[in-house]
């Protein structure tokens, strides 16, 4: 969904004080400094995606044809162009005429803007090329939990299977919608991801394709004994429980397990974190039962852990990576192909 640029009020003045009263019968003086009070009012920043809306109604003639051919809304596409020529201080279309066509002022900005959108992409390129490792390299963007212990071990076999490439490893906490993003303009080449059913992705298959290369266990885990004994022998106490950050993937995953248990335990929080390999050396330390990822409790910062039961308090996630389709990286299209083959990992 397209966003509404900001604008942030930052001086209040009034037109009648400012302008009117001091300049009366200054029409052109007037105008002019009520333009730079409504600059200094709203500071308003111009948005690449204005002159790209720009030329596709340009040469469409069509605020309907060329939202559809931009991805947005009528409505939104509108309102982008109004700030455009706010920002500019020009009406740049002229809307009273069918197919909508450029004012004198916007036939004179047109050249201007498409050699800013050209520059600007061009500008792009050159820096994302030479944000790689090097020709061969791709850029992969995961969540923090599987850069630990699943990515090296899928950089191995994709180097046996593909040959030698270079690998850039991205574990940030973004939202869905950034990762998507940063696949369709390049920034990333894979994004890979656990993939539940408690977290359902609106994500289109037909522009970023998937697969699924691989699983993992959320699992509960205690130090030294076996969380189910000691969800056993609770007996209705309360448990020290470590819990995932409430807005964090694993949380929604956890809670589903929680709600489909054979009965409602006493869970007392008294730990949070975001990251699972903060809550298991949490755990580890002997603080309380803490939900985690197969992979973090059998990697165990190099020593497996007391084995933990299945169980009814478990649940199996897939691991499932995603591409723009229109990616033809000759090293993405190879480890894509790759990945057709069974046990990845």
């Not at 052109?28 to 200094?40: E, G, P, S, Y």
């Not at 020529?85 to 005429?97: F, K, P, V, Y």
């Not at 056993?232 to 949380?251: C, H, N, Q, V, W």
Request: one cysteine or more; proline letters at 5%.
């Amino acid at each position: 969904m397209a966003k509404r640029h900001k604008i942030t009020p930052t001086v209040q003045l009034q037109h009648s004080s400012c302008c009117h009263n001091l300049f009366r019968g200054q029409f052109i003086i007037r105008k002019i400094l009520c333009n730079f009070c409504i600059v200094l009012k709203y500071r308003v920043f111009m948005e690449l995606k204005w002159l790209e809306d720009l030329l596709s109604v340009a040469e469409i003639g069509s605020f309907s044809r060329a939202a559809e051919v931009r991805h947005v809304t009528q409505s939104a596409l509108s309102r982008r162009i109004q700030s455009l020529e706010l920002w500019i201080g020009a009406e740049l279309l002229d809307r009273s005429q069918h197919p909508i066509s450029l004012t004198a002022e916007g036939q004179n900005f047109i050249a201007v803007a498409r050699d800013i959108i050209a520059q600007s992409h061009d500008a792009k390129r050159r820096a994302m090329a030479s944000s790689r490792i090097a020709d061969t390299g791709v850029r992969i963007a995961c969540l923090h939990t599987l850069a630990l212990y699943f990515l090296p071990d899928l950089f191995t076999e994709l180097r046996r299977r593909v040959g030698p490439f270079e690998a850039a490893i991205v574990a940030e906490t973004r939202t869905i919608e950034e990762y998507l993003t940063a696949l369709a303009n390049g920034g990333s080449d894979f994004f890979i991801s656990y993939d539940h059913p408690s977290v359902t992705f609106d994500i289109d298959p037909v522009d970023f394709p998937s697969k699924v290369i691989g699983t993992d266990r959320m699992l509960p885990f205690h130090a030294g004994i076996p969380a189910a004994d000691v969800i056993r022998d609770a007996g209705g106490k309360p448990i020290p429980f470590l819990e995932f950050s409430k807005t964090s993937y694993m949380s929604h995953v956890v809670g589903s397990v929680l709600d489909a248990g054979p009965a409602k335990l006493n869970l007392m929080p008294i730990f949070r974190a975001s990251l699972a390999e903060s809550l298991f050396t949490a755990a580890r330390a002997g603080l309380g039962i803490a939900w985690l990822p197969e992979s973090i409790v059998n990697g165990g910062f190099g020593a497996r852990a007391t084995p933990q039961s299945d169980g009814p308090w478990s649940t199996t996630m897939k691991i499932r990576v995603y591409r723009a389709a229109r990616n033809n990286i000759r090293t993405v299209e190879a480890i894509w192909a790759a990945l057709d083959e069974p046990e990845i990992v």
